[in-house]
């Protein structure tokens, strides 16, 4: 079955700096692959996701890229801000299949 | 549109206690409910996934027996934990697939076994 990898599992970066995070899939099967942001006690809130037939997308602050052939995918969010404090979790499925998630990665902005 | 309205949102119950989560598909017809446990600080693992109308299919590890799922209509999947112990104090949550490929939570359910 699918085996998701995400690194760091905590990243501290100043206000206005950049955040890298960088995931890894075993499963060739999945083209669909979501970033998550996470509050507490909350369900999981869609922030971006891409399809294997792209190699990178952009929604503003936030961008995805895609190496399908490496079977790795990172979220890049620049210009940060302390509201995007919180923990972020990259997943991978081949839908409608079920869908795997990372490990996390709480991201704290230092104002 | 894609809703799937989870109850309840918290729930505390005694020690070998059953406790039923319920998760409903509001505006489309969910098939396949997939069910994830999430202990604090760390990640959604997927427990097992109902498909309506046949049994569901469970994780390595995850207990059939203890963790009953039923999937008997279009809109509605249950997952029962039974005989319920402190170590089975989580967050579960159930997710569905929609169209184009993504997936719509439940708002998810805080278990505490006392």
């Known amino acids: 079955g699918e085996n998701v990898e995400q690194h760091p599992s905590t990243l501290s970066v100043q206000e206005g700096d950049s955040a890298v995070i960088k995931c890894t899939y075993s499963?060739?099967?999945?083209?669909?692959f979501p970033w998550y942001k996470q509050e507490l006690g909350k369900r999981p809130q869609l922030i971006i996701d891409i399809r294997s037939n792209v190699g990178e997308k952009k929604d503003q602050r936030i961008a995805v890229t895609l190496n399908k052939t490496a079977k790795h995918f990172s979220l890049h969010i620049t210009e940060t801000q302390p509201e995007d404090s919180a923990v972020y979790f990259c997943a991978a499925s081949n839908p409608p299949n079920d869908m795997r998630f990372g490990a996390g990665t709480r991201l704290t902005v230092k104002p | 549109g894609a809703v799937v309205s989870q109850h309840p949102s918290r729930v505390i119950c005694k020690s070998g206690t059953s406790v039923k989560i319920e998760c409903r598909s509001l505006d489309f017809q969910a098939t396949t409910m997939f069910w994830y446990r999430q202990f604090p600080k760390q990640s959604l693992m997927l427990m097992a996934t109902?498909?309506?109308?046949?049994?569901?299919?469970?994780e390595q590890g995850v207990e059939k027996d203890k963790f009953l799922i039923n999937h008997a209509s279009l809109t509605l999947s249950t997952l029962t934990v039974t005989s319920a112990h402190p170590e089975d104090s989580s967050f579960y949550i159930c997710?569905?697939?929609?169209?184009?490929?993504?997936?719509?939570f439940g708002s998810g359910t805080r278990l505490t076994v006392v």
């Open positions: 499963d060739s099967a999945s083209n669909y």
């Open positions: 997710s569905a697939p929609r169209g184009r490929g993504g997936y719509t």
């Open positions: 109902s498909n309506e109308g046949s049994k569901a299919t469970y």
